[in-house]
């Protein structure tokens, strides 16, 4: 990020909300991978670090009762959206205590009460799903807005496009936010996707699209302010293309073969929130005790939720009928 | 004199050397699905090699998009090739049913044997590894619902290579599904022999002889069978363990003249319960050999839910040996 002040940048407490999102996603990212990587805890896991910066952007224009989709690699989303941190842990790890008694996994967390509605592990699927939260607010009335997020590879699949047009067709109060890493699984967007902007798309369905660098905080809050605003007065849906790479290649224990090890230097030597972080100090819009004044709380948070996940028990064992429908139907 | 090592490898090793064998033989052969090419080879490196053998126009890289792939492979078959697609894992077929039910198993019949679908799916499948609901299904099921579709499911790396050869020189849509969890686990490798293995479909394996009680299965829950035979034996119970090796179509009389002689039988899969391969096995044998049955059949599948994230629920979801050894115990009342 540039070192100059901006004059499109938010007030100083947007911000220290952003910087503060970007902080948890991070310090729980990096909790998740040491303890991973050390065998404290098993299990599968996308992370997101890279691309906090986007969810940061979205989410501060975001009221709680406003909805989120995510897929698999959603820990930012989750956390952007307001997710508590010790049911989040806990989802994690499997435990009772999580969002979803466990039963869903990072895969799937769910948290109705912060709006973080669906996570899905099937690429694309949330799109239409999303929809779907659009059209239910559009019905009532309401002016909730819906930001689903997915990856590059998922503008590939049948869902994403019958979802956008849709969306344009009845004009559905949803921003679609295409988190282009560059790659889908082991192959690059380049070998999988005809166009070189996922944005361009935007145009065959009747909507706005538009492409952001989604590693800058500034440009990527000002991109989804509009389009949140666009929804909310009933304008309709918009594309924003945001693109950022995943530092950690798709999932931990990734060789990372097909990635070009100068390219993934490059990326992790520019990282977004280091930058952020200096930036604003240098802008006075924070000064270095309060950037660390932030961190030691987050620190404390994540701390608070490891332990509570850690000594959380697995889910009883009378829950494995119970959810299939209202009643238990074996 | 010489002496050959015996060639003891992993299951996914196996089925690689089954595409291998059979893009040598014929090609016609191609593959096709999400990140198979090189430099990964495929997420579970099933594929790896074979770009750099045959070549990307033969080994298929392909957006992510199922029912491209699906639908590709269709029109391809018909035109008079024989594609391999992969669909990374089984809970994903949802995105390409349409392909499969109303194209790849109706085309043949729809057309009047003017136009046919020799192709194979192949897909990874199976709980036990943390993956949660929507990666840790299998479906065949459906597929032996599809008439026109061929489903075929390994338990051990020679059968892989065996019945992956042969379905993919069959005249139709075979559904190959492989046991995730087998493909490098030394504790599931086995000796597979060289070139051009074939295991026919339709022709099941006695793994276990037994004279008490039929236990039949495929897949990896033939080793859990093998489990509960050994452990009814200590017991002085005497279990016979039959692999189908595929389900459609299956070893029918294989299957009858076994429980005509255990008059007892239980069957066995890891899809859930309700509707699974087994309630239409149970039907058979029941509708069969009704007099000749000492107690009525028993079904051991994964329960009757979305598999569930958490350890200790995911392994409940699971048919056990216990629950493969209760079963049994159910038949000799
Ligand atoms: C329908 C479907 N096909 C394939 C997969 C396997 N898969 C999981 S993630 C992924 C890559 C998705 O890439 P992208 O949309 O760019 O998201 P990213 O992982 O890069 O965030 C694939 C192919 C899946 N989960 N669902
Ligand atoms: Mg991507």
Redesign the pocket.
Not at chain 1, 150 to 154: S, T
């Given at each position: 990020m540039a070192t100059t002040n901006r004059p499109d940048a938010p007030d100083r407490e947007t911000l220290l909300r952003m910087f503060e999102i970007q902080q948890k996603i991070k310090t729980a990212d990096e909790r998740f991978r040491s303890m991973l990587t050390s065998g404290q805890v098993q299990l599968i896991y996308?992370s997101p670090r890279g691309q906090e910066c986007i969810s940061a952007g979205y989410a501060v224009h975001l009221r709680p009762d406003d909805y989120v989709v995510t897929?698999?690699?959603g820990l930012h989303d989750h956390i952007a959206k307001g997710v508590p941190m010790r049911e989040l842990w806990a989802e994690f790890l499997g435990r009772g205590t999580g969002t979803c008694k466990g039963k869903g996994g990072p895969m799937h967390v769910t948290h109705p009460a912060s709006g973080l509605m669906v996570t899905t592990?099937?690429?694309?699927a949330g799109i239409p799903i999303a929809n779907g939260f659009g059209l239910a607010a559009q019905l009532s009335g309401t002016d909730q807005v819906t930001v689903v997020n997915?990856?590059?590879?998922?503008a590939n699949?049948g869902a994403f496009h019958e979802g956008l047009n849709m969306a344009a067709v009845w004009k559905l109060p949803v921003v679609f936010v295409c988190?282009n890493?560059l790659?889908?699984?082991h192959t690059p967007m380049a070998m999988s996707t005809g166009v070189e902007y996922i944005s361009e798309r935007a145009a065959s369905y009747g909507m706005p699209g538009v492409t952001v660098n989604g590693n800058d905080p500034v440009a990527m809050w000002k991109v989804a302010g509009e389009a949140v605003a666009r929804a909310r007065s009933g304008e309709g849906p918009t594309l924003i293309e945001a693109r950022t790479y995943?530092f950690w290649g798709?999932l931990m224990g990734d060789a990372m073969e097909y990635m070009p090890k100068e390219e993934r230097k490059a990326a992790m030597a520019a990282d977004p929130l280091p930058a952020f972080r200096a930036w604003l100090i240098e802008n006075g819009h924070a000064n270095e005790s309060q950037l660390a004044e932030i961190e030691d709380r987050i620190k404390a948070l994540v701390d608070d939720a490891v332990d509570f996940a850690t000594n959380s028990p697995e889910p009883p064992m009378d829950e494995l009928y119970t959810d299939v429908y209202e009643e238990i139907i074996k | 004199m010489t002496t050959t090592e015996p060639r003891i490898m992993p299951m996914g090793m196996a089925i690689n050397e089954a595409m291998d064998v059979a893009m040598g033989l014929d090609e016609k052969v191609f593959l096709l699905g999400?990140d198979i090419a090189e430099p990964s080879g495929g997420v579970y490196k099933i594929t790896k090699g074979l770009s750099t053998k045959y070549g990307t126009q033969r080994v298929r890289k392909t957006p992510?998009s199922?029912a491209a792939i699906i639908g590709a492979a269709v029109g391809a078959a018909i035109a008079g090739y024989k594609p391999v697609a992969e669909i990374?894992?089984m809970d994903?077929i949802g995105?390409c049913l349409d392909q499969i039910t109303n194209h790849a198993a109706k085309i043949r019949y729809m057309s009047g044997g003017q136009t046919t679908v020799p192709m194979v799916i192949r897909t990874s499948a199976g709980a036990g590894r943390g993956f949660g609901a929507q990666h840790s299904e299998l479906l065949e099921a459906f597929a032996v619902h599809s008439p026109g579709m061929k489903v075929a499911i390994p338990s051990n790396p020679a059968d892989a290579k065996g019945l992956l050869i042969s379905s993919i020189f069959d005249a139709d849509p075979v559904l190959f599904v492989e046991p995730m969890l087998m493909y490098w686990d030394p504790a599931y490798a086995g000796e597979v022999p060289a070139g051009d293995h074939r295991v026919p479909l339709g022709k099941a394996n006695t793994v276990v002889e037994g004279k008490d009680v039929s236990i039949v299965s495929y897949g990896r829950q033939v080793h859990t069978c093998k489990q509960a035979a050994e452990a009814l034996a200590a017991e002085g119970i005497s279990a016979e363990v039959i692999d189908l090796r595929s389900i459609v179509p299956y070893d029918e009389a294989a299957v009858m003249a076994s429980v005509t002689k255990t008059k007892r039988a239980v069957v066995v899969h890891e899809a859930v319960t309700r509707c699974g391969f087994g309630a239409e096995l149970s039907s058979r044998i029941h509708e069969e050999l009704f007099g000749t049955l000492a107690a009525p059949v028993q079904r051991v599948g994964g329960k009757n839910i979305p598999i569930p994230y958490a350890s200790n629920l995911e392994k409940a979801f699971l048919p056990q040996v216990d629950d493969v050894v209760a079963a049994v115990k159910r038949t000799n009342k």
């Open positions: 996308y897929i698999y690699r592990g099937i690429v694309g997915f990856g590059d590879g998922a699949i988190q890493n790659y889908g699984e995943r798709h | 999400e992510i199922e990374m894992i994903f995105v």
